[in-house]
């Protein structure tokens, strides 16, 4: 019977995370997750079969946090909430941040973001104005404010915007997010009266 680890899987993870959180994953080694546990590396390797598992496990702790924050109140609009999450996180844990959408695990990220995905489109389609949509316009919906949002984070991240409020944000977030919103209604309305054309078109073609 092998003997039983003195560790708990939830200290490495954490030990690993708080590295992650200040240092990114690059420089993170076993021997210093053995040093802060004050044993051998070989309580990690007992519930992790190698760095990559581990990685798993700190992407997941991550993306708790990210979602978490994704999810503060700070209006009564979720999705404006939601965009603005983003680009916090990404000023208060830029390795964090960093370490999430390094293109190396981008495999690993990827799973939780489908989950997560599904969760928050169930979360908008009771949306005041995106309950007008139907659930493909939604997601086409959510997946452009998605994009603008890190396009925005990142402009801020690399400098190139360097003095905006929390207000200044949310304000662009805001507008964009009533262009797109305009945008989709007359999308819409388009393709309704496309279609319609398109039945009385056929009806007189049968006639």
């Known amino acids: 019977m092998p003997p039983k680890t003195k560790f708990k899987k939830e200290n490495i993870v954490s030990i690993a995370f708080d590295y992650v959180r200040r240092h990114g994953w690059d420089t993170l080694t076993t021997r210093y997750i053995a040093l802060k546990l004050g044993s051998t590396t070989r309580p990690i390797y007992s519930h992790f079969s190698s760095m990559t598992e581990l990685k798993t496990a700190v992407m997941e702790k991550v993306l708790h946090l990210y979602h978490d924050h994704q999810f503060t109140p700070r209006s009564d609009d979720i999705f404006l909430n939601m965009g603005f999450g983003i680009v916090s996180f990404a000023q ?48 086409e919906f959510m997946f452009t404010m998605y994009v603008f949002t890190m396009g925005i984070t990142t402009l801020i991240e690399s400098g190139w915007i360097d003095n905006w409020s929390e207000d200044d944000i949310i304000s662009v977030l805001h507008s964009t997010g009533l262009t797109q ?27």
């Open 181 to 207: 919103y305009y945008g989709y209604l007359e999308k819409c309305k388009i393709a309704q009266e496309t279609s319609s054309i398109d039945e009385l078109e056929s009806i007189y073609k049968k006639k």
């Open 92 to 139: 208060k844990e830029p390795e964090l941040f960093k370490f999430m959408h390094d293109a190396q695990n981008m495999q690993i990220k990827k799973k939780y973001d489908e989950d997560f995905f599904l969760k928050t489109m169930e979360k908008l389609k009771d949306h005041p104005r995106l309950k007008e949509f139907d659930e493909n316009i939604r997601k």
